[in-house]
């Protein structure tokens, strides 16, 4: 019985160590998105009404 616990404890530690060498995902690698000022976001923002603006225009015109 004795034979039969010390084989498991090393299986055990072996599956440790085994274990152990696993690298997890480290967060800081995945990449980041760029962080856009509030300034930026308004001029982004404008851009998109105008070209909605252009866009609903063209269609209009286009009907007539």
Known sequence: MNKKQQ???KLAKRAKAR???VVPDNP????KERY???AERAKLALEQESQA???VESETS???
Do not use: Y
């Open 7 to 9: 084989m498991i404890k």
């Open 19 to 21: 274990q152990n060498k």
């Open 28 to 31: 800081s690698s995945k990449p």
């Open 36 to 38: 856009i000022s509030k």
């Open 53 to 55: 603006e252009t866009v």
């Open 62 to 64: 286009s009907a007539e």
